[in-house]
């Protein structure tokens, strides 16, 4: 009873913002649609992105600014439901939000790097950041190098990792965001033990462990097939965390002796039992599968926990993913069933708990 209480309101608020994500028949549409235009008139009629839309002039109709309104409807969606949280669910809200400051750090030193003609075209991000972040995107646009990108992260957690980077030496774009990754999981890894009731602080837990498990698997595989890496270079690519893996099964995946024993060592694991990989070892397509699973199940056994939040953000992201997947079907020229098999949510290979 004190759960329903305490989430009443945002839950009500939810069930509100749910209802105005596309349908399995708006997919439909999208997929028969030949151009950019098309999709975003369509979208021009929803809900959800309709007042963004509406406040475009139509030749600015193409890709890259749609895909801002995309971001700027998600943005929207977590400012409403800051509004209705309450102590406990805004501190869970805010760091959530820590997920969107490292996408923008991640973009910020990709463009430094790649010294690309592309400019920070970050204003639409701005009134956000300014009002849910300590990042001030005003300054990271002046960036011209990775020394003035650090510098002006000096206010916000992210500075220290980075710094320490630059005073190692390191010169690459992928010492940096191992940097950034290796913060934030480690970080997100000890707020999950926070003051949370125990349900949510399993859901977190299972959440965080998989993705990071996950990640962990991705890199080791990538490491050994395309970049025939040794076992202790490997070791420093990693997020020093196991949830469903062992010590021992860590160690062994990490030490295999070439990927096709690899491949024999994952299956043994809970993942491979799991997922069955087979030939082609697609670690990076079952992510987001697996963390779906886990939050669908939470939100089903506990509507009245952060899972309602957390599940409906997810659920969002992977709506504006599928429409960005949409345009750039469009972009290749793809066939409407081509693009549907990409947009229509595959039949859960799982079921039951998420354990």
Not at 50 to 65: A, P, V, W
Not at 165 to 192: C, N, P, V
Not at 209 to 237: C, E, F, S, V
Not at 333 to 348: A, D, F, I, N
Request: hydrophobic content about 35%; some cysteine.
């Amino acid at each position: 009873m004190r759960d329903v209480m305490r989430y009443s309101g945002i839950v009500t608020k939810v069930a509100a913002m749910r209802a105005k994500l596309l349908k399995p028949q708006d997919y439909e549409q999208l997929a028969s649609m030949n151009t950019v235009t098309d999709i975003i008139e369509y979208l021009k009629q929803t809900k959800s992105y309709g007042k963004f839309i509406t406040q475009m002039d139509e030749s600015l109709y193409h890709r890259g600014n749609i895909e801002k309104v995309l971001i700027q409807s998600l943005y929207d969606d977590y400012t409403r439901l800051y509004r209705f949280a309450d102590m406990q669910q805004k501190d869970f809200l805010k760091i959530f939000m820590k997920r969107y400051e490292v996408d923008l750090v991640r973009y910020c030193l990709r463009i430094v790097f790649n010294h690309s003609n592309v400019p920070f075209d970050l204003n639409y991000k701005k009134p956000f950041f300014d009002k849910y972040s300590k990042i001030r995107i005003d300054q990271l646009v002046t960036a011209k190098n990775i020394d003035h990108l650090v510098d002006y992260l000096k206010n916000t957690e992210y500075y220290a990792p980075l710094s320490r980077i630059r005073q190692s030496g390191a010169s690459t774009l992928a010492d940096y965001e191992l940097a950034l990754d290796l913060y934030y999981f480690s970080m997100m890894w000890k707020k999950r033990k926070g003051n949370w009731d125990k349900k949510d602080k399993e859901m977190l837990t299972k959440e965080l462990g998989a993705k990071i498990d996950l990640l962990n698997l991705q890199w080791i595989y990538r490491a050994k097939k395309y970049y025939h890496m040794l076992a202790p270079d490997i070791y420093t690519l990693l997020i020093p965390i196991q949830h469903k893996l062992s010590n021992q099964e860590f160690k062994d995946l990490v030490e295999a002796p070439s990927v096709e024993e690899f491949k024999r060592r994952l299956n043994e694991t809970y993942y491979g039992k799991k997922y069955e990989f087979g030939e082609q070892v697609e670690i990076e397509s079952i992510v987001n599968e697996c963390v779906e699973h886990i939050l669908t199940i939470a939100y089903r056994n506990h509507p009245y926990s952060l899972a309602s939040i957390q599940q409906y953000l997810f659920l969002k992201e992977e709506e504006i993913y599928k429409i960005t997947t949409a345009l750039e079907c469009i972009r290749y020229g793809l066939s409407q069933r081509e693009t549907l098999q990409y947009l229509v949510q595959k039949q859960r290979r799982q079921g039951g708990n998420a354990s």
